[in-house]
């Protein structure tokens, strides 16, 4: 029985400090209008879906009128965004859909999970937190969100809750490098060059495991690549670059010049205690690393077993003294859920 309830209060406090890290602006619980069927134009804003169904997001489709069906089918909603600052990272957060999904925003894929046919494979269990591009966003009028899901079996569609968030690590960023990056399995020293050409790589959305994004059964090396544009001021004081947690292990490099390690931050000033895979990645570099114009990050990552990856945020770059101020207010405290441990195995 106190296993049983370790279990718990570990599954419930987990889900409570994940949550705390995001403000929800908008709920996007209630009825969306829906369609089976698949076509990818449904993704944009011009097409008229204003004789589709409705159903409700949280419970499935089959409960809803589509019992026994199985395949494609598509979720849209309007919503309006405004009072949100400029620099704010706004956050579509979806807790469980079944089985693979692709989101749209404005027509634009900012994320998905699972993968659909003809290699299915299903993400229903997972969190899905996909990064909306300011660029992307209309302030004085609808933005459209559209959600293609893919059902093997049994129940489909968006069954958990849903909403719009901003991160609260977006006032403490000075250059957000959330979102897509490129990815290789494997170990090549090449891979931390500047100039290796890294156009044949996949890509997957950061922060979110590489299981959840069609690499189910990889554990051991891989490999993230991020080519980002750098406008401000080379000289001043020193920056972080903040790769949020990474399950298990990294080595990190900045234009093929290693930045360092999960290693030795666990022997420097920004180490909470815990565990590799929930230590929070920041790398203090001097200003002068970083090209005006194009730079180049690569993440070398090691994963033992289980889930693995570049799985949450904030992924970012700030200035020294935001982010000391970011991680005395939100790294440094021991939290609820480690209290509990801390007392429990006493």
Not at 74 to 99: A, C, F, G, H, P
Not at 101 to 107: M, T
Not at 110 to 123: D, E, K, L, R, Y
Not at 333 to 338: A, D, G, H, R, V
């Amino acid at each position: 029985m106190r296993i049983l309830l370790l279990i718990l209060l570990i599954v419930t406090l987990n889900l409570e400090l994940s949550a705390q890290k995001l403000r929800q602006i908008v709920s996007l619980q209630g009825y969306w209008s829906f369609s089976v069927g698949d076509d990818i134009s449904w993704r944009w804003s011009d097409h008229d879906f204003s004789d589709w169904d409705r159903i409700y997001v949280g419970i499935s489709w089959e409960s809803q009128g589509y019992d026994g069906y199985n395949g494609y089918a598509w979720y849209k909603k309007k919503v309006e965004i405004s009072n949100m600052s400029t620099n704010t990272r706004l956050i579509l957060q979806i807790d469980q859909i079944d089985d693979a999904d692709e989101v749209y925003f404005n027509g634009v894929l900012i994320g998905h999970s699972g993968s659909f046919p003809p290699n299915v494979q299903t993400a229903y269990s997972q969190l899905r937190r996909y990064a909306v591009p300011q660029t992307l966003i209309n302030f004085n009028g609808n933005n459209l969100i559209a959600v293609r899901v893919y059902d093997t079996y049994l129940n489909g569609g968006i069954l958990g809750q849903a909403g719009l968030y901003v991160d609260v690590a977006s006032a403490y960023i000075l250059q957000d490098l959330s979102g897509s990056w490129r990815f290789k399995p494997g170990d090549n020293t090449n891979y931390s060059s500047f100039g290796y050409n890294h156009a044949d790589w996949d890509t997957l959305n950061v922060p979110g495991t590489w299981e959840s994004q069609g690499y189910p059964y990889l554990d051991g090396y891989a490999w993230y690549r991020k080519s980002f544009t750098w406008d401000k001021p080379t000289m001043g004081d020193d920056v972080v670059v903040v790769l949020g947690r990474i399950d298990d292990r990294d080595v990190v490099y900045l234009n093929g010049n290693r930045i360092g390690s999960v290693d030795e931050i666990k022997k420097g000033p920004y180490y909470a205690g815990k565990p590799d895979y929930q230590t929070l990645r920041a790398y203090r570099i001097s200003r002068s690393m970083l090209n005006r114009g194009q730079n180049i990050l690569a993440v070398r990552v090691w994963d033992d077993r289980l889930e693995g990856g570049m799985y949450d945020g904030p992924i970012g770059i700030m200035t020294l003294k935001a982010f000391e101020s970011y991680f005395s207010e939100h790294e440094e405290s021991k939290n609820l859920f480690e209290y509990f441990l801390d007392r429990f195995f006493d």
